[in-house]
């Protein structure tokens, strides 16, 4: 994390008291990294500052990996359910044709 810093005050990015700079990020990782880095510049001095800033970089991210999960349990589920009734339609078509 100190080296994005760096990183992000040498490309003007930021500022050195942690305010954006002149530069914009193109890419969406770069711009929530830029923002945790301005939401937290109060507490630079603290110890746990770069801890505080990544964990502000990643929250969000288990939401969209928990909506995914979600999704493809339902999917799963519906599929399973009509597995089990095309299942025993079919085996009834063809239960009935064979008594003929």
């Known amino acids: 994390m100190e080296n994005s810093l ?8 930021l500022r050195e ?19 945790a880095f301005v939401a937290n510049r109060n507490n630079k001095d603290e110890d ?17 990996f928990h909506s ?5 349990i339902i999917f799963f589920l519906l599929w399973w359910a009509s597995d089990i009734f095309l299942n025993q339609y079919i085996s009834n078509i063809t239960g009935l044709s064979d008594k003929s």
């Open 17 to 35: 008291d942690l305010t954006k700079g002149p530069n914009t990020a193109k890419i969406k990782n770069g711009k929530r990294l830029i923002s």
């Open 68 to 72: 995914a999960s979600l999704i493809f």
């Open 6 to 13: 760096k990183n992000l005050i040498r490309n003007k990015y």
């Open 48 to 64: 746990d500052f770069y801890i505080q800033v990544a964990k502000e970089w990643v929250r969000g991210y288990e939401k969209k």
